[in-house]
């Protein structure tokens, strides 16, 4: 199985730290919902008892994101999902809930495919990210026309005087300073 197919173990220890088995080392709830966000699939086991905690560890991550601001769910369907538990909704919420989730995933994935389907990527196509910015470039330059940009002065050319001129100053301030 692939890594982003296989469920990744997390198991915790009585100290309440999260072990991930894979690598070898502790995790955060931080790293959890990387793995998530990155594919993953996590169970999350109590070292001890053997218990599934995984729902309980998901719940607190979702709650952290909420607190910080990074609202998701709005109020009513927050409102909506605390009666679902006091009333004969519960025993279909889960999958309605669970059927929506899928049905959103593939809506999504399906506008993904119709994008790249219309819109060729402009990295693929131009060759590169540093073609395709030097591309967007060119095209901004010549709509602009030169527009807003500082001319930069040219130097002018030395002729053959002013570099006469300059290795008799040379030879002069060296003849004073051999004189010193």
């Not at 719940?59 to 004969?88: F, K, M």
């Not at 995933?105 to 131009?126: H, R």
């Amino acid at each position: 199985m692939t890594d982003a197919i296989k469920t990744l173990l997390i198991k915790r220890y009585a100290s309440r730290r999260l072990y991930n088995t894979e690598t070898s080392d502790y995790v955060t709830l931080e790293d959890i919902a990387g793995f998530i966000r990155g594919g993953r699939d996590v169970q999350i086991i109590d070292l001890k008892t053997g218990d599934d905690l995984t729902r309980q560890y998901l719940l607190q991550i979702i709650t952290e994101h909420e607190s910080r601001g990074e609202n998701v769910l709005p109020i009513n369907v927050l409102t909506d999902l605390v009666r679902s538990y006091a009333d004969q909704a519960q025993s279909f919420v889960p999958d309605f809930l669970a059927q929506s989730f899928d049905m959103i995933k593939e809506q999504q994935q399906g506008l993904i495919d119709n994008f790249q389907k219309v819109l060729p990527s402009p990295v693929n196509a131009m060759g590169g990210i540093e073609e395709w910015q030097r591309k967007q470039q060119e095209f901004l330059e010549a709509m602009m026309g030169g527009w807003g940009k500082k001319p930069v002065p040219q130097k002018p050319e030395p002729n053959a005087e002013d570099l006469e001129a300059i290795k008799r100053q040379l030879a002069e301030l060296q003849a004073k300073l051999s004189g010193l």
